[in-house]
Nanobody
Framework: QVQLVESGGGLVQTGGSLRLSCAAS????????MAWFRQAPGKERQFVAG????????VYADSFEGRFTISRDNAKNTVDLEMNSLKADDTAVYYC???????????????????WGQGTQVTVSS
């Protein structure tokens, strides 16, 4: 099994930026798609961005296109989410997730992801 640990969350003002990082351990993620989801209080978990196994292809939910950037470093076994122009509505717990070994392409469906981190809180103050 793979273990995922997110970091980089915190409090930021509207318009600010944060960079989240997700570190994987126990096995390589280099053959697996990775994704970021988020969950605001009282709401369902929502797809944010996905990246394929090599990093050559990415996808974003419409709300985040142009503001967020997902990237990965397979040598370091990490995936990052750069978030710019943050809004109060971006306040949520952000989770990284990965698919099973060899499942190299992303989906937007959280049920397709097999391993999850514990989440990191992002709070955007207006």
């Amino acid at each position: 099994q793979v273990q995922l640990v997110e970091s980089g969350g915190g409090l930021v003002q509207t318009g600010g930026s944060l960079r989240l990082s997700c570190a994987a351990s126990r096995r390589t993620i280099s053959t697996s798609a990775m994704a970021w989801f988020r969950q605001a209080p009282g709401k369902e978990r929502q797809f944010v961005a996905g990246i394929n196994w090599s990093g050559s292809s990415t996808v974003y939910a419409d709300s985040f296109e142009g503001r967020f950037t997902i990237s990965r470093d397979n040598a370091k076994n990490t995936v990052d989410l750069e978030m710019n122009s943050l809004k109060a509505d971006d306040t949520a717990v952000y989770y990284c997730a990965t698919r099973n070994y060899g499942s190299g392409w992303y989906t937007r469906n959280l049920n397709d992801y097999d391993y999850w981190g514990q989440g990191t809180q992002v709070t955007v103050s207006s």
